[in-house]
């Protein structure tokens, strides 16, 4: 991309509205087995999508598409304005930097702080000052509500701290898009509160926009209808969205390699095609 598009590119992603990420008619397979067979789906600036399907109906792989380390057999995907399915290794790493990843089990580094977990992509790859890699990482942490913890070992913390622990890592270097992948698998119910709690307050309050992918209907849900305010106080509260905020987070359901619902969550809820509510149940 010459200066002159991406100068383009950076004013449209700047607007209220704007797409940073889009999937148009996206197909990918391995061999015979057709996961994704015709995809197409836009995250606004912002917002949020829940993808929802079966064991292997794709919700991991649109991940790995939008990072780039998988590419698709057809169709086009951009992410804040870059074709990824036309970039090369070297091309994608830029892409990539704006993009935070969190995963199932958390994988952090079992050798390592919380500190030096969190702070691990700024103090490695920038040439940031220790002092400022420091702030930075009791900033994220003093948002996630884990500020004492910064000196302990994630074999000293609860699974629910390691999850959280990770989205701060994510978000250490301020990327605009988070990619959730399972982050509440395994934990029980409080617990996977306080992580869709984290993914809530950093949709509303730092303006990240975020895919989520879950087979938990509970945390999916709850993520999609309640949001982040902060009091004059400067205190959080979480609490049930409104209309207009309900309709900024979207669910996609997988099925067979295509989008079988899009909508919000009163749509999901409301839906009587047979398959949708066979899943719900």
Not at 18 to 32: H, S, T, Y
Request: hydrophobic share 45%; net charge negative; with cysteine.
């Amino acid at each position: 991309m010459d200066e002159t598009a991406s100068a383009t590119a950076a004013s449209i992603l700047s607007e209220p509205g704007a797409p940073v990420v889009v999937f148009d008619r996206v197909q990918l397979a391995f061999d015979d087995k057709v996961v994704l067979k015709d995809v197409s789906f836009t995250l606004i600036k912002g917002h949020t999508k829940i993808i929802l399907g079966a064991s292997g109906a794709g919700k991991s792989i649109t991940l790995k598409i939008i990072l780039g380390l998988l590419r698709a057999d057809g169709g086009v995907v951009w992410v804040n304005g870059a074709r990824v399915d036309q970039l090369s290794e070297r091309e994608l790493m830029p892409v990539r930097a704006d993009l935070g990843m969190i995963f199932q089990e958390g994988a952090l580094f079992d050798s390592l702080t919380v500190r030096e977990n969190v702070g691990y992509k700024l103090y490695e790859e920038t040439d940031m000052p220790i002092e400022d890699v420091d702030r930075r990482v009791e900033e994220v942490l003093g948002f996630i509500g884990l500020s004492e913890h910064i000196d302990k070992m994630p074999s000293e913390l609860s699974g629910g701290q390691r999850r959280r622990v990770a989205i701060a890592r994510a978000m250490a270097f301020k990327p605009r898009i988070l990619l959730y992948d399972e982050a509440t698998t395994g934990l029980d119910p409080i617990t996977a509160t306080t992580v869709d709690d984290e993914i809530i307050k950093l949709r509303d309050l730092e303006g990240v926009s975020s895919i989520v992918v879950t087979h938990q209907l509970r945390d999916a849900f709850y993520i999609a209808t309640h949001m982040a305010v902060r009091d004059s106080g400067g205190a959080v509260r979480i609490l049930p969205a409104t209309p207009e905020k309900a309709d900024e987070a979207e669910f996609i359901m997988l099925k067979d390699g295509l989008i079988c619902f899009e909508g919000n969550a009163e749509e999901l809820r409301s839906s009587t095609d047979p398959y949708l509510r066979q899943f719900l149940t």
